[in-house]
């Protein structure tokens, strides 16, 4: 027995599914104890968009430490978090004219998330926060309320409260999903409807827990517009395909919409480091009271060095422009599968791609097959039944073609034994 | 304006209480910008239990980033991790004969006491759960639940349910808390008393936050009984307590009791890393199914290499004969401040002392100017009026000699100010 | 000042709409201490289904009291209760082969509501009940939450929990409102929505409080469907339009469904005389224990004398028929208001007809005039904008074409002042 | 098979603990189908103060009903309710100078606590409400919170929140209730407590169904007075013990206490006749909007009618002196079997006397047996153990007296037949 199987709790999971023990990795490789390599699609569910021991952040990391850099801050200043939010100011915020403050707290995205929904409750002084089907944000108490999964929700062991789901925008529908929102608004207006409006809209631009579900530029529209009329706070949660996993910083520059609050976490603290953080319109920002929302590990400097070296792939497009290059690469190698009915279903939005196999066996028979070839990949959506494909942004565009034949093979390959 | 004072959220709070930016640190001593060094008597919190920037484990991290050891793994099997647990079982658990397994989560205490919370309810059917008076537990929604303070809670904005609060064992009236805890019993044996027996019973043995409570040992047992009786779980949170700060691993090794969860962050990553971690007994955690409570930054690598290297203090008692010396040292130090009036009591266990001011106005002067003075020192308790004394486990003899000296200094100068 | 304007609650408010002291009444005529005469459009809120101080009910109750029947019995058995469950069984249940039992509870619809939302929760062990938009269902915590009219929510106090409202079936748009059921199926199959299927639906089939909306019967056979579907319970509270109120004993006659619990109340005590009553199919009412709901006035026996009574009604065509030849005569006279711009529209089933006046304030000032000209009339719907007509189903048409003349000619001055 | 066992739900209870079928009843006598007569000391549970069929009432209904007066009339004003107001202020509320206002409800006990809750909630802004083990309060959702048993708690089907249960006066420790109640104060004073003061303390002074136990005087004044420091209403439920029950109008007569509502139903009616009523202070009525808590049976006629006969028996002090005369009566006859060791305890206060057989089984075999030789008796208290002595206030000497060797030879036969 090894010392997993001695004494790890009986939840690991990420374990079962990739049964090995890693040692090294480097950009999209990852390798084991027996050597063997493996191609990674899934990038720490997300996080590592700059590639695993990122050379520019190891060396600044080493630096730092050699120096004695103050690693553990909790919310005092340090010279390192100074210098990771003026990079973020200039490279982010101030292009964008966006006006928000930066929260740091406990650096998990549920954390971010549960933040957010109290600034929300408290500058409204409404309860009710609204979320969405198939939406992920965490697992604490207040963020698993809004998580819309059975499997996540029963595990609370207490009811889960002062969250609704509506439907998120329908990809075969949109018109329906628009009428939903025109509803949800009459109900609002109604005093008898028995319905109120929330504190908060929370959604994720891109469900990717959820199954690579896309919200249409037309639907997020209506959605903000719903929040102003009714006064109720607009977060996107951008912890999964936030930080450049769309071809472009957040996942909504491209939507006209102003959002008060985004969560980030995964790709913010760059090398896998964590962090977590929230950008919050100054507006809603004041009704914060100094430490009210507290975190033993909210300054990480090590993350905000790596994370500050993240932030200079924003200096200019080149990086962005790669991503836009390698989303052809794969959308070109995996809708033949989809025409030669080996899927059903190639959705995404910059280098986040589902591949709906139908049937989540059939998902987690590839995904068991790739490991074996070589590849790292990741299931989601309704019974895991999408094929998550996240690798890198960096990865080099050789591995990203050698996963891609894997995974063509494997779907190939599975689809074949069960016909 | 500085950068902070620009973008960060109005919630900073420690960077109020000590206004400057750090830059290096060095076991019990910070550096700013100017060059001026603090003596650390926080210690991040009670994080940094080994000093700032530890040789031993500065090297083991730098060594590990330049070898390309993988850095992020969620809950995926790496040698790091490995060789982890296999200390902490060698070290820690074997030698006590403890069956408990190991569950890590995100990288904060409270999704370490959400877990556990979660486990205890979903084991035993039931929702409530009993923490006490002064206890800190966390800040997202389930674990705010079982936090006491109403400044913490209040930011909720929603109703915080299925947590009661009962008193904690009192310091100066231990028949009192014995017999609060046999009415409690005689409650739940009362089918028409109204209350039910708990999920669990969630308690610190040294509450750090609540004003360095310290649980005696007759009530410890006392409460363990009365979760054995109602088949209650005792979860013991010993995130601020534990990893040697009370000059022994657990907080509560010499209480004579068997907890079925132990929740542990701060310390326990060595390096001010992050990282989290529940000993779980394998009879709960066998309720626990693969992925239940997830967390993107649950398998931090550098944690897991730094929190090698801290237990290896455990190995022999050197360092913690060390810290009971030390105790001594503060102890003959600061309690002429109590007997010449000065303050109204010291106490505590091991190296977590409390000079209780009687007054938070009192102890926020102190706190201020002993900053002035080069002394790094918070606050706890109720209206924060007392004075947390918590500096590294290996400080060495003369900062701490130093220190005192300063934080003496201040309370009498306060003292007479207010005369 | 008065002894009402001395001692009586803040809270009264027909005694402001009906600023008079009433003394006697007959049939659809109240009588006040001035000797005016009032034409009775109201009827006790739908209680009064047969009159004030119907002669065959007031002879039965003086003879009760003169041979001095048991008054107040809880839920022991009485002679008087036997009789009237008899009547019940063999004129109203046994004819349609309703296996259904009698439950009695204390005499109020709320309470009756509350009996068959927990039976309803027990039997499926499931927390949420789905209610719909411009529902009422009573006044308590329980059935307040199944209330959708805000002035009332808010009122609580406290959170209201448990409950989601969801669109009832909409006039203009039957198909949009069939669409909105079908989607929810859809949520309920998902596992990923966030939404689970509910312990119960319950649904007037006439919103009456909610303003007069009229569910149809297909809107009505697929929510019947969708509860098989998903294992829940199917509530009809028929506590304002039971009795015969729509021209047949119960409002659902004519769909062609079978509710598990109806909720009975108002009418069924005849003379006004309080009664609430549930029927329960056997396969539900099992999952009650001896006791589980009591209630001291559950055992009414001037209720159950003059509630066997009424029940004599319905041994026979008669009087539903001339409720029937009154809904014409009441149509005739106010579809004109409709069509000369009046009125927005005139809608129900049977003798509950509402007429929106599309303001709040306009019907408000049509039933201000009508009791000045000698008219009882209550508004409801949102801000109370719909005047609703249900007089006693035992008016004489002389007093209904009186009374409807009044209405009329205060309809068209209202709306010419206003002009 | 009766029509009962036909079609009665089977959670029908009362009437498996009496099996005959009931007919007439006089003052403190009932008689069944078979024309055995049994002696009531159950009265109603508490509702028939003034006996079966009090001639007074009974005259002043069937006079009401000759002349039509209005029976419903919801909270409209009408003749038999402003006289019974008249009558209430005249006798009850003005010799006690109580500003107290009348609030009428739906006509269950359970309604007016509800009622009661909801406006000390909404009057402090606060959701808590602290009520007492043992305590009855009612069956919907808000009361039901409040009920300690968990019998009926278990029912609900759904979590029962925003109360909490306290100690009740100890019979056998009134120094450690007191403590208690200290212990409270000192937890709502610490911000850090967990515990914040309630809305409201709801409390019987006598609980009944909780097994006949008696507050001091000296612990409902350290109550009102905690009440009074933390702003917090005092709500005395006195709907089992008010209306003369134990020798006074009131429950809390003797007490020096103003609680800030009082919530009436059972006796108030006179009759049997339904009716609940609050009592609320000036202060807090006015937080009432007009009709936030409404109910169709609020006005009942009959109710009014045979409550103003029943306050005349307070005109003067005869009913209330022959009270104490029965209640030594009673004593004389049980103590004994105290002294003899037949039952543990015999406690009470007025005509509410308890006698506590140590094991509800004991209890249950004596109240079958005491049936069997025609009398009426209940039980309360946790598992039922305690035989609640209850008859009508106007009971007949010669009836008590035989009431009282009937059960007197039963507790014996049922001892000795267990010895």
């Known amino acids: 027995m090894t010392i997993f199987e001695q004494r790890e709790s009986n939840i690991r999971a990420y374990a079962r599914t990739y049964p090995t023990v890693f040692v090294t990795a480097k950009n999209a490789r990852q390798v084991d104890e027996n050597g063997k390599e493996y191609i990674d699609f899934f990038a720490g569910a997300g996080v590592l968009n700059f590639g695993h021991n990122n050379p520019h952040m190891k060396a600044a990391m080493i630096d730092y430490l050699q120096k004695d850099g103050v690693l553990h801050s909790l919310d005092m200043q340090t010279q390192a978090k100074a210098q990771f939010m003026q990079k973020f100011t200039d490279v982010i915020l101030a292009p964008r004219n966006m006006p928000h403050r930066m929260q740091f707290m406990g650096p998990t995205g549920t954390n971010a998330v549960e933040a957010a929904m109290k600034l929300a409750r408290n500058a409204t002084g409404r309860h009710n926060i609204v979320a969405f089907s198939q939406g992920f944000h965490g ?3 207040g963020a698993l309320a809004a998580t819309a999964n059975e499997y996540f ?82 977060i996107v949660d951008d912890i999964q395909v936030g930080c450049g996993r769309t071809g472009s910083y957040f996942s909504f520059d491209d939507m006209g919409i102003k959002p008060d609050i985004i969560t980030l976490a995964k790709g913010i603290g760059g090398a896998g480091t964590p962090m977590a953080m929230n950008l919050v319109h100054p507006d809603l920002d004041k009704h914060w009271s100094p430490g009210e929302h507290t975190g033993t590990f909210r300054g990480q400097n090590l993350s905000f060095v790596a994370g500050e070296v993240a932030l ?61 070839k070589g590849l790292m990949l990741g299931a989601c959506g309704s019974g895991g039944r999408v094929l998550k494909i996240i690798p890198p942004l960096t990865i080099p565009e050789a591995d990203l073609a050698e996963g891609l034949d894997i995974l063509k093979d494997a779907v190939r390959f599975v689809m074949e034994e069960a016909a």
């Open 139 to 141: 697992m604490t108490l």
């Open 153 to 234: 929700r029963q595990a609370s062991g207490v009811p889960l409260l002062h969250v609704s789901h509506e439907l998120f925008d329908q990809e075969h529908d949109h018109e329906a999903a628009l009428a939903a929102l025109d509803a949800l608004g009459n109900q609002y207006r109604d005093p008898s409807s028995g319905i109120k409006p929330p504190a908060a809209f929370m959604v994720e631009t891109i469900q990717a827990e959820g199954g690579v579900n896309v919200a249409s530029k037309a639907w997020m529209q209506k959605l903000e517009k719903l929040a102003k009329e009714f006064g109720s706070v607009l």
């Open 312 to 372: 200079s792939y924003f200096d200019d497009n080149k990086l962005m422009n790669e991503v836009m290059e390698k989303v052809k690469t794969v959308r070109d190698a995996l809708e033949p599968l989809v025409s030669e009915n080996s899927a059903k279903e190639l959705r995404g939005k910059g280098l986040i791609l589902g591949l709906d196999m139908g049937s989540g066996d059939m998902a987690a028979k590839v995904v068991q097959r790739c490991f074996h």
